[in-house]
């Protein structure tokens, strides 16, 4: 059984330009939910996608959207890249029915200079 | 005002000693995640519970529904425990959505 896995580890980006993260779920899990941790900060709930539709969304503008395929790996796009996106991005897989426990991937680290 | 707190924001602690980590929430919920998250940001699961205690290694979680109170404990701390710890809740008005206290980062030295 594989965990949840993130790509790319660490990014830097400049500002007003566009990012796209990646996650792929543990094995069976079908949910997948993106979160925004800044530096000091707990994460924040940024949207969760269930069967490949939006399930739910924090507060947080259209510039952020997301995808989920087939396979329920999931994407987290960014448009017009500020300097207070700059953060930790988790996202976490689960299952609906085992306890709606998560399971976190390591984030990728976006840096917006 | 957070819907999840927690205290204290940080915590030194010599090798051995007892750790207590509270969390305060002020919504109902449904369960409650006990995470450990180390330098670099992998976040792990520790416990997640809804009621009663869990147990496991040195760790031991408490909740009380009823008070909207949950304790992380680490028996004979020691410094690889150094991390920041999180308490995060599911909400019942949104079973789906996890909302995190800011953390406590807790160091314990040699």
């Known amino acids: 059984e594989t965990g949840v896995t993130q790509s790319p580890t660490h990014l830097i980006k400049t500002r007003g330009q566009q990012v796209t993260l990646r996650c792929s779920s543990q094995?069976?899990?079908?949910?997948v939910s993106w979160y925004q941790q800044a530096l000091g900060q707990g994460p924040q709930f940024i949207f969760q996608y269930y069967r490949e539709e939006e399930n739910g969304r924090g507060n947080f503008p259209p510039r952020f959207s997301g995808l989920q395929f087939p396979n329920y790996s999931s994407e987290l796009n960014v448009n017009a890249l500020e300097l207070d996106d700059s953060a930790l991005y988790l996202c976490?897989?689960?299952?609906?029915?085992?306890?709606?426990?998560?399971?976190f991937g390591p984030g990728t680290r976006l840096t917006v200079t | 005002k957070n819907e999840v707190e927690q205290s204290p924001q940080n915590l030194t602690a010599q090798e051995g000693e007892f750790i207590t980590i509270n969390c305060s929430y002020s919504v109902g919920i449904s369960a409650l995640h006990w995470l450990q998250q180390h330098p670099g940001g992998g976040i792990v699961s520790l416990f997640m519970?809804?009621?009663g205690k869990k147990k496991h290694g040195r760790l031991i979680a408490t909740i009380n529904i009823q008070e909207k109170h949950s304790s992380l404990h680490i028996t004979a701390s020691h410094p690889r425990d150094s991390a920041v710890y999180i308490c995060a809740a599911y909400p019942n008005y949104n079973t789906d959505k996890l909302i995190f206290g800011t953390g406590t980062r807790l160091q314990v030295f040699p």
């Open positions: 094995s069976g899990h079908n949910t």
């Open positions: 519970l809804s009621s």
């Open positions: 976490a897989s689960s299952f609906p029915g085992q306890n709606y426990e998560q399971y």
